[in-house]
Every structure is written in structure tokens, then in C-alpha cells.
């Protein structure tokens, strides 16, 4: 387990926030934050009115690291360790859902986590401490199975040249380190322009994204929410990347009943019985504050919906552009 480090560290900045507390404003009744990390969107709802929030995160440091306040909500908080795709066997008609995905600052900044590739550490990235890490995927998947990986989840299109570069270093010692796999990475690449990323980014996002089976849990958890919000509860996402927000905002399209156009001047086409209506039309961005504050919440981007009162269903992955491994043409 990684050690536990001081909550006086860099203090966890919540991203948009503010904007989420406006959007659905006024709070009452009972809350989900399914990504509790820091716990900076359970305060923000608690403060805001919510009669209880029930906290849920697949990393046991993240309800270690709230010991020091969460007493101060009393029963109003429950902490419930699991995964948020399982939210509606922890709870049931809820009045509102939050989720904010991706790692938290508290996992990127513990180099012990091997979430960083500016950081030496073990080559981890599992958010629950369990399963297979990233080193244990890096040093036995396929050449292919690599290349499909850092492609369609990292969106890295140098992904064969990278993957064909691993298997041929692990070949003289397997990977077990952050800082190796991003010397690795960086190698195949040209050397970044000012104010582009580094060049492990890329890969680094695909492999956390399968090491924690991010797209499934994405998934997974918006028909989960579906199932435990009652009519009326609201389902606010925040998303980090392009692929994440493409996933959410065609499950709620689609929930919504938007079947989409033929073409840009033909009609929207509804549906009958649809289980969401859609309170933001288009995502919410960080203001000029917010950027000013935290350069961080850049690229991310809120949703949020209404739960009707029609019967929750099914949806498939596909229909909502989740990513499929091994579907690249050769
Ligand atoms: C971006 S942070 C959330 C930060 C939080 N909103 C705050 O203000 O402190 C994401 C957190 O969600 C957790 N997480 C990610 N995917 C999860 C899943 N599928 N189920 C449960 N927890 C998850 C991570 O372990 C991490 O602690």
C-alpha cells in the first residue's frame, strides 16, 4: 500500500466545483459522490444541503486521508470503499449522483503510486491497490495487445512503434519502474515544442486507463446511476478527455431520447420514454477564475441530467463510442 502522506501536502484543488454546486443548486436529500478522492465534491454538496452524501472510491487511502474531517459531518457522510459501477447495490433512489473521473491529485503527486512519469516509482497506476499493475501489463501483454492500448485509449498514434519498442527492452529487463517506461516512450518520439505535453502522456493515460479498466467502469456506472437515481435525481459528470466526454455526452443524448440527425437541418428525432432530460446542453468549461486558480481543470468538462420516471434499461457500449480494444484495422 502506498504510504499515506499528510493531508498538508499540496492540498487537492476540486475542479469545477463551483459550477457543479450551480447546475444543481438547490441540494437536498441524498447524494453519491462516486469519486470521493479528496473528498472536495462530498464537502462542497454537504456544505450546500445535502442531507447525506454517501462517498465511494476504489482507493482505501482516499477515505484514510478524510479521517481527519469526516467526523465533523457525523452521520451525514458515509464513506462505502467499492467501485461507482456498483453504485445501486450501495444505494437506492438517490437524489443526485456526482462523478469526477480520472486519478486525483492526491494519487498523481505519491510517486510511490507509479501514476507519474515525471516522478521515479514503481510502475503501478492501480487506483485500488489490487490486480494486475501497470508493470505486470507492460512487461506480459502482446506486442498488439500494447499498440491497441495506447492507441484507443491513450489516443497515441505512435502506439506500434512504442509498444514494438517495449517488448524489445523488456526483452533485457523486464519494466518496473515510471521513469524507465517514460525514458522508453520518450525515445520513440520527437522531442515536444514548448507548451506541448510531455511525450509519455499519452501512453502513460492508456495504460492507467486499462490497468483500472476505466472505460468499462464509465460505462458500467452511468447505467448503474440510471438504476439508483429516482425520478428527478440529477446525474452530474465530470470528464478529463475528449474520449471520456464523447462517452458521457452520447449516453445521455441517447438516454435523453436524441437519436440524432440525418443530417444538420433535419429535425432531432425524440423518443418515446426516455430516462433522462438534459440539463446542460452543452459541457461547462472552467471560468477565467477557475483557470487562473488551477491550471489543471483546463481540459475538463460537466454534464449533468435529470432522471425521469421511466423504467431503467440498457445500453450498449458501442452505441456510446466506448472505446474497443483490437478493433484497428492492421
Ligand atoms: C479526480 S479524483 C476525484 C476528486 C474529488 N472530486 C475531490 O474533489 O476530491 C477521482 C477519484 O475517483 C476514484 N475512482 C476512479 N474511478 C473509480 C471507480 N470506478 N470507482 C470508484 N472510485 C473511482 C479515484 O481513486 C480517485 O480517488
Known amino acids: 500500500m502506498a504510504g499515506a502522506a499528510s493531508s498538508s501536502e499540496k492540498p487537492h484543488i476540486p475542479v469545477l466545483l463551483r459550477p457543479l ?43 484514510e486521508m478524510a479521517a481527519d474531517w469526516a467526523q465533523d459531518y457525523g452521520d451525514r457522510l458515509v464513506m462505502q470503499p467499492g467501485v461507482f459501477s456498483r453504485m445501486d447495490e450501495y444505494a437506492q433512489d438517490l437524489d443526485g449522483v456526482v462523478l469526477d473521473l480520472g486519478v486525483s491529485s492526491m494519487q498523481l503527486d505519491q510517486a510511490e503510486r507509479g501514476f ?11 487506483m485500488s491497490q ?21 492507441f484507443h485509449y491513450g489516443e497515441e498514434r505512435a502506439s506500434r512503434r512504442i509498444a514494438k519498442a517495449i517488448v524489445r527492452a523488456r526483452t533485457e529487463a523486464p519494466i518496473t519502474t515510471t521513469l524507465r517506461l517514460a525514458e522508453i516512450v520518450e525515445s520513440c518520439l520527437p522531442r515536444p515544442k514548448p507548451g506541448q505535453s510531455h511525450p509519455a502522456t499519452r501512453s502513460f493515460q492508456g495504460l492507467r486507463i486499462a490497468v483500472n479498466a476505466e472505460y468499462e467502469e464509465l460505462f458500467q456506472g452511468l447505467m448503474a ?28 443524448q441517447s438516454r435523453a431520447g436524441k437519436t440524432g440527425r440525418a443530417n444538420r437541418y433535419a429535425p432531432e428525432m425524440e423518443q418515446d420514454q426516455p430516462q433522462f432530460t438534459l440539463k446542460t446542453r452543452k459541457a461547462v468549461g472552467p471560468d ?38 483490437g478493433g484497428r484495422a492492421r
Not at 507519474?116 to 492501480?126: A, E, Q, T, V, W
Not at 435525481?233 to 449516453?251: N, P
Open 288 to 325: 477565467e477564475q477557475e483557470l487562473q486558480e488551477n491550471p489543471r481543470a483546463r481540459s475538463a468538462k460537466l454534464r449533468v441530467a435529470i432522471r425521469t420516471d421511466a423504467p431503467a434499461g440498457e445500453i450498449e457500449a458501442r452505441a456510446i463510442g466506448m472505446p474497443q480494444l
Open 225 to 252: 446511476a440510471e438504476r439508483a437515481l429516482k425520478p428527478g435525481g440529477q446525474l452530474a459528470v465530470v470528464t478529463f478527455h475528449s474520449i471520456e466526454d464523447r462517452m458521457v455526452k452520447r449516453f445521455f
Open 130 to 150: 489490487q490486480g494486475e499493475s501497470a508493470a505486470d501489463l507492460v512487461n506480459t501483454a502482446t506486442e498488439a495487445q500494447l499498440a491497441d492500448i495506447l
Open 116 to 126: 507519474s512519469f515525471m516522478k521515479d516509482g514503481p510502475l503501478d497506476m492501480r
Open 21 to 63: 454546486l450551480a447546475a444543481v443548486a438547490p441540494v437536498t436529500g441524498i447524494w453519491l459522490d462516486g469519486t470521493f478522492g479528496a473528498g472536495g465534491y462530498t464537502r462542497g454538496l454537504l456544505e450546500a444541503g445535502a442531507d447525506k452524501v454517501i462517498g465511494v472510491d476504489r482507493d482505501p487511502l482516499a477515505f
